[in-house]
C-alpha cells in the first residue's frame, strides 16, 4: 500500500472514531429549576374599626331676646281719697266722743291686683289726732288675731269677723272699707258699724285717683 492510501486511510479511521466517540458523549439533560420554597408570610393583623361618633350639635344660639318689661306698678292716691271722707265721717252724728274705733284691713274687692296696706295706712293717717276716736293700735290689732288664730295678713274679709276682732279688742266701732271697681279707677267706699247692733251709723264713697 502507498503512504497516500494508508494516510487517507488513517484519516478515515480517525473521524470514524472521532464520531463514536461524540456520540458517546451526550450532554447531560438539562433538570428543570425546582421552585424556590415560598417564605412564610407574617400574620397580618386586623387594626379594629373604631365607630365614628356623631356629631352632637351645639347649642342654637339665638340673638339677644329684648327684655321683658317690667309689670306696672299702679300708684294710688288714697290719701286724697280718704280725708274727705273721714272728714264726713266725724261729723256723723249718735257716735260718743271717745270711743274705741277698729280700723279695718281695706279689703280689695277689684278687678284686679292692687295695694291694700296703702290705702289702710291712708285711712288710719286720716284719723290721727280725731277727737272723737280712739284708734286700736296696729299692736293690739296683731295680738287679738293671733289670740282668735287669724292670720297676720288676714284683711278679716267679712263684717262678721271684723266685728269678733273689734269685740275681742273692746272696741265699740268698726270701720269697714273697700276698693271696688275697676282697679285703674277703684272707688273707696267706708262703713263704720256699730259692734253691739252691728248697725251702719254711716256710710261713704270716693273715687281713688291713680298718681
Known amino acids: 500500500m502507498s503512504k497516500l492510501s494508508r494516510y487517507a486511510f488513517i484519516t478515515a479511521v480517525a473521524i470514524f472514531l472521532s464520531g463514536c466517540v461524540a456520540q458517546r458523549e451526550k450532554p447531560a439533560p438539562v433538570e428543570e429549576a425546582k421552585p424556590t420554597p415560598e417564605q412564610p408570610q407574617p400574620p397580618t393583623t386586623t387594626v379594629p374599626t373604631v365607630p365614628t361618633m356623631p356629631v352632637q350639635p351645639g347649642p342654637i344660639e339665638h340673638g339677644e ?18 280725708q274727705p271722707l273721714v272728714g264726713q265721717m266725724l261729723q256723723a252724728g249718735g257716735v260718743n266722743a271717745g270711743s274705741i274705733l277698729l280700723v ?20 288710719r293717717n286720716a284719723l290721727g289726732g280725731n277727737s272723737k276716736f280712739t284708734l286700736v293700735s296696729p299692736q293690739q290689732l296683731a295680738v287679738a288675731k293671733q289670740q282668735l288664730g287669724i292670720s297676720a295678713q288676714d284683711s278679716l274679709g267679712s263684717r262678721n ?21 275697676n282697679v285703674n279707677a277703684p272707688t273707696l267706699q267706708m262703713q263704720l258699724m256699730l259692734v253691739q247692733t252691728g248697725e251702719i251709723i254711716w256710710s261713704g264713697k270716693g273715687a281713688v285717683q291713680q298718681q
Open 65 to 82: 331676646q329684648p327684655a321683658q318689661p317690667a309689670p306696672r306698678v299702679r300708684h294710688y292716691d288714697w290719701n286724697g281719697a280718704a
Open 104 to 123: 279695718d284691713s281695706v279689703n280689695n274687692r277689684t278687678n284686679g291686683s292692687l295695694n291694700p296696706t296703702e290705702a289702710t295706712t291712708a285711712l
Open 161 to 181: 269677723k271684723a266685728m269678733g276682732l273689734a269685740r275681742t279688742v273692746g272696741a265699740q266701732y268698726v270701720l269697714y272699707s273697700s276698693a271696688t271697681g
